[in-house]
């Protein structure tokens, strides 16, 4: 009875044995398992962060790059317009402003403008001519003399303490005026002479640049 006894309780002990290795192998089995999910979707993330900074730095590169040719391009252009304007000014200034210099010079286009101011043929038109302080003594003397051989028109002559050379001319009835400075000689030339200037000065050098274009 007593062998029958510890055979039940011995079968009962190895069954409580393996019925709780069994359990402990499922939750170790179970607690891998949710490691391993945990591991997975923590290398998902992972993965999805440095993809997410890769793609980010990879835009803030191409952005930056975007930004520094914008303002090299913008850098360049200013320097060319300010060469270009140097180059111009030198060019053009100082000739203009020797011509405007010579009283002779501008006593001509005076006459010529006045000996030419026929808007319609056979009507007289009076006419109102602004000159500098420094200037009008010599010339009003000259227009007193050689305006009135040339043809009988009323001229007006006033000065302009804002004119420093040239003139400006117009009708009496102050509709408008004409100017001849100076300034207005060198920025009308300027708009002729500003692009070639910068055409002579930079598209050779800008053509021999270009890929496949040999270097000197």
């Known amino acids: 009875m007593t062998d029958r006894i510890e055979e039940i309780t011995q079968k009962i002990y190895n069954e409580g044995i393996i019925k709780a290795k069994d359990d402990a192998d499922q939750l170790i089995a179970e607690a891998k398992e ?3 999910a945990i591991i997975q979707s923590a290398k998902r993330t992972q ?21 520094l040719q914008l303002a090299a391009r913008q850098f360049i252009s200013h320097l060319k317009q300010q060469i270009t304007q140097l180059i111009t000014n030198a ?13 002779d010079f501008i006593k001509k286009i005076i006459l ?12 007289s038109i009076d006419l109102h001519l602004l000159l500098p302080s ?14 009135t051989e040339a ?5 007006e002559i006033s000065t302009d303490p804002k004119l420093k050379s040239g003139f400006r ?5 102050g509709s408008y005026l004409i100017s001849f400075t100076a300034q207005d000689f060198a920025n009308y030339f300027k708009q002729y002479v500003t692009d070639g200037t910068k055409k002579l000065l930079f598209d050779a050098v ?3 640049l270009e890929p496949g274009k040999p270097h000197r």
């Open 34 to 36: 949710k490691a391993d």
């Open 47 to 67: 993965e999805e962060i440095i993809r997410e900074a890769q793609k980010q730095a990879s835009e803030d590169k191409k952005r930056t790059e975007a930004e």
């Open 91 to 103: 060019q053009i200034n100082s000739p203009v402003n020797e011509a405007f210099n010579d009283s």
């Open 112 to 123: 010529t403008l006045i000996e030419k101011w026929d808007p319609k043929a056979g009507k």
């Open 134 to 147: 420094d200037d009008q003594k010599e010339l009003t003397a000259f227009l007193q003399k050689k305006a």
């Open 151 to 155: 043809m009988n028109k009323g001229i």
């Open 169 to 173: 001319i117009g009708p009496k009835d």
């Open 206 to 208: 800008e053509t021999a």
